[in-house]
């Protein structure tokens, strides 16, 4: 099975815009779509992109994903930052037998 | 509206089996591609899944926790029963349910509130 990597922590100011990647350890980033979800601090995760770039109803287009083969990563980009952004940001995939993973999360901090 | 809500015991002494229920409402688990899974989350850690079973009886475990896991379903009761074997202290977190929906890829559209289970003697 692979892994999803994350860096454990973001931090950005209000207004700005950031971008949390998720790279995978083995197997191409193309081999199956990546979502992410959010998951606000005592609350359930919410999903916030899933195939690869694609925002539910509901998602405001401030948040879009993309996959890069070169870097073997996945990327959430939030722009406009708002306070309520602040939370956790995990990362997901699934493999060729369809077993899932989850990435080990990012904490997004809007200071 | 859909809905998802996990039951069971809060506090499991080590070695004992959990079973947790997930009954959910607004969909049915008969509809084709439709699943529900199983996450957990220990305190302050991140999320890892554990299993999921799809509307046609296929059933998906993390590989690490295969032998200890087995999940269930009861579609006139609209629920979904994962159990898990020989529980420890590391076990202890909060499990969530969440839903695979009928169509798009393999993620979870609808979740639960999740349920804090506690392993300790």
């Known amino acids: 099975n692979f892994m999803l990597t994350q860096p454990h922590s973001v931090s950005e100011s209000p207004g700005k815009t950031v971008t949390i990647s998720c790279t995978r350890n083995?197997?191409?980033?193309?081999?199956?779509?990546v979502q992410w979800y959010q998951q606000r601090p005592g609350s359930s995760p919410t999903i916030v992109i899933y195939?690869?770039?694609?925002?539910p109803s509901g998602v405001p287009d401030r948040f879009s994903g993309s996959i890069d083969r070169s870097s073997n990563s996945a990327s959430l980009t939030i722009s406009g930052l708002r306070t309520e952004d602040e939370a956790d940001y995990y990362c997901?995939?699934?493999?060729?037998?369809?077993?899932?993973?989850f990435g080990g999360g990012t904490k997004l901090t809007v200071l | 509206q859909i809905t998802l809500k996990e039951s069971g015991p809060t506090l499991v002494k080590p070695t004992q089996t959990l079973t947790l229920t997930c009954t959910f409402s607004?969909?049915?688990?008969?509809?084709?591609?439709?699943?529900v899974g199983w996450i957990r989350q220990p305190p302050g850690k991140a999320l890892e899944w554990l299993a999921l079973?799809?509307?046609?009886?296929?059933?998906r475990y993390s590989p690490s926790l295969k032998s200890r896991l087995t999940i269930t379903k009861d579609t006139s009761k609209n629920q979904v029963v994962l159990t898990m074997t020989n529980m420890d202290p590391v076990d202890t977190a909060t499990y969530f349910c969440?839903?695979?929906?009928?169509?798009?890829?393999?993620?979870?559209?609808?979740w639960g509130q999740g349920t804090l289970v506690t392993v300790s003697s």
């Open positions: 969440a839903r695979r929906p009928p169509t798009g890829t393999l993620y979870f559209d609808y």
């Open positions: 607004g969909f049915s688990l008969t509809t084709s591609r439709v699943g």
């Open positions: 079973i799809y509307w046609d009886d296929d059933e």
């Open positions: 083995s197997g191409g980033i193309g081999n199956s779509y």
């Open positions: 195939e690869d770039n694609q925002r």
């Open positions: 997901q995939s699934y493999d060729s037998t369809n077993r899932w993973v």
